[in-house]
């Protein structure tokens, strides 16, 4: 194993020192090139390390995923979201007496403002829940505006509570004004998961209870998608909070990152793959097609993961609890078609494409009652998480400065101004 880069530019040599398996990007600036110091070229940051981080740990090729050691397979059979968050904020897991008081923090702050559901009503009805859940998001800064005191450690606790325990009320909020109905307030009767559900559902009952086995499967499905490491939104995260920016307004931007269809949109597009499939018997026709380059096998492959997304493997034992509750759907038998063939096919295998987690959360979503436009909503209020981790992490690494990356310039040289007249 090499300690060191040596990199040589005419008379110019540099000894570069290895370090937790990268170099340091300033140092390559001792090369002198015809456009200044020498720089890196990495488009979607596909080999650049932007960040040290202690939070998640991902190994694609091995397709492990690890929050602060843990591996997300045993976090998901035996503990609950609040449990993980916690983990993924404090970096251990808590004791009964800090999972309570844990608890107790973030669910006493269910609650906001009524002004908040004037902001979501301010939409049309049909506007995507994304949009609305950004704009209620970003507008607690408003209503908290201590939050913009970050370097306060005990406001950034207390803002990290308040987003961490209001995102599912506003999801909730974007979903019923949706369909035209009124927003369900919070229950201090229900947890974390049931609650979120219950604001969803809730129509006459004084209290509204959701089947254990369908509370279990969201739970772990908000487990599975609490982190994972500097992908589009996180990324978005870290860049806002880097110019001081409060947690609401960070966590605003990682919305609009997950917005996008090939961040947070992955898994409608399974379900719209499985139905224009139709039937078991199209399954070969399609895999054929693909390899034929005529179509695309959606939830198939992952820009990190080069081996069974450890994700998925969980998410197929949730899909039976859900299905047993509410009965089976022909696309599922479609789905496992597909993932066994694919499994088994040289084509997928050697391309290294096997199934991520968008391949089975779909259908649970579906099952559950969800429209497609409420997927990447459900995507965010577990991630959420995440991103308060990240935030806090970014806002005390001594070694972050604002987020500014280098550009290649390709425009022109420098030009004489033309008049109006000669042009």
Known sequence: MADSLQISTGEVTAEL????????????????????????YDPGFVNTAACRSSITYIDGDAGILEHRGYPIEELAE???????????????LPTATQLADWEYQVNRHRLVHENVYDIIKSFRYDAHPMAKLMASVVSQMT???????????????????????????LAAATFRHSIGRHPVYPSDELGYVENFLAMLFQSQQRVWRSDPRLTRALEVLF??????????????????????NDVYTAAA??????????????????????????SLDRV????????????????????VYKNYDPRAKVIKQAVDDVFEVRGMNPLLDIAVELEKIALNDDYFVSRKLYPNVDFYSG?????????????????????????????TEQLTDPDQRIIRPKQLYTGY??????????R
């Open 413 to 422: 040289e420098r030009r004489t101004y033309v008049p109006m007249e000669d």
């Open 223 to 244: 487990i599975l998608h609490a982190d994972h490491e500097q992908n589009c939104s996180t990324t978005a995260v870290r860049t806002v909070a880097s110019s001081g």
């Open 17 to 40: 020192p290895i370090t937790e398996g990268a170099v340091r990007a300033t140092g390559l600036a001792v090369v002198e090139t015809d456009r200044g110091p020498l720089a890196s």
């Open 143 to 169: 209503f908290y505006p201590s939050s913009r005191r970050i370097a306060e450690p005990e406001l950034r606790e207390l803002n990290a509570f308040r987003l961490l325990g209001k995102m599912p009320t």
């Open 253 to 278: 931007a990682g919305i609009g990152a997950l917005f996008g269809p090939l961040h947070g949109g992955a898994n409608e597009a399974v379900l719209k793959m499985l139905r224009e499939i139709g």
């Open 284 to 303: 070969p026709e399609f895999i054929q097609g693909v390899k034929n380059g005529r179509g695309r096998l959606m939830g198939f492959g992952h820009r």
């Open 363 to 391: 259908l649970i979503y579906e099952a559950l009652n969800f429209p497609s436009e409420m997927f990447t909503v459900l995507f965010a209020v577990p991630r959420t998480a995440g991103w308060i981790a990240h935030w």
């Open 78 to 92: 035996k503990s609950s979201f609040l449990e993980v968050a916690y983990l993924l904020s404090n970096g251990e």
